[in-house]
């Protein structure tokens, strides 16, 4: 899915699924299984793999003065819409700022003991068009209560690793971007100020 300025376009209105190669050599197919699987995920495809974007989706990408990936599920939510040659194209050919915005919180399955220049990683070894400028993360720790309530889902910290994200070739943006209640979130005034001073100073805010 793509928000564009309160807008929000499918990627694709196209019948698609997911396939995940696990290192285990499993096929798994479909997003509910891909989350369930508790092997790393070696490579992940859609089938068809030529789908067509939605036409708008690709006028909003070419007319953004900022594109923001993430956060959001790695293998389900981000890279499937990444995996569409036409989208990954246009966000490959934008000249505005392109930034993934790290999760806070592994994945059980997905993301287990990822960094968040490893979930960078994935996102490159699956699209080949360069198409991540800047990373934002959160600096802040998790208290340990909350930690170790995770630790029992099996999910953990994303820890910051900013000399693999140099060696990936993006500039990293860091700020306390997290908020504890009963779950784990991105406190969204300050990512949201952390992105705009950074990327948009000028621009009108309510």
């Given at each position: 899915m793509l928000a564009i300025r309160g807008r929000i376009f499918p990627s694709t209105v196209s019948n698609v699924t997911l396939e995940a190669i696990l290192e285990n050599g499993q096929r798994v197919h479909g997003e509910t299984r891909i989350t369930a699987s508790r092997s790393p995920i070696r490579k992940l495809t859609l089938v068809p793999p030529n789908v067509r974007p939605l036409a708008q989706a690709i006028g909003a990408?070419?007319?953004a003065d900022l594109i923001l990936i993430g956060p959001g599920s790695l293998y389900t939510s981000i890279l499937?819409?990444?995996?569409?040659?036409d989208i990954a194209r246009a966000i490959a050919h934008?000249?505005?700022?392109?930034?993934?915005?790290?999760n806070l919180m592994t994945q059980p399955g997905e993301t287990t003991d990822y960094s968040v220049a490893e979930h960078l990683r994935a996102i490159q070894r699956h699209v080949k068009p360069?198409?991540?400028d800047y990373v934002v993360a959160n600096r802040q720790k998790v208290s340990p209560a909350v930690g170790r309530r995770y630790?029992?889902?099996?999910?953990?910290?994303?820890?910051?690793?900013a000399a693999g994200l140099r060696k990936s070739g993006v500039q990293l943006l860091v700020g306390n971007?997290?908020?504890e209640h009963d779950k784990i979130r991105h406190n969204s005034a300050r990512l949201a100020r952390l992105i705009l001073d950074t990327f948009l100073p000028g621009s009108i805010r309510n």
């Open positions: 990408i070419r007319e499937p819409n990444l995996l569409i040659p934008s000249r505005a700022p392109r930034v993934y915005i790290a360069r198409i991540v630790h029992k889902q099996g999910a953990s910290q994303v820890t910051v690793d971007l997290l908020e």
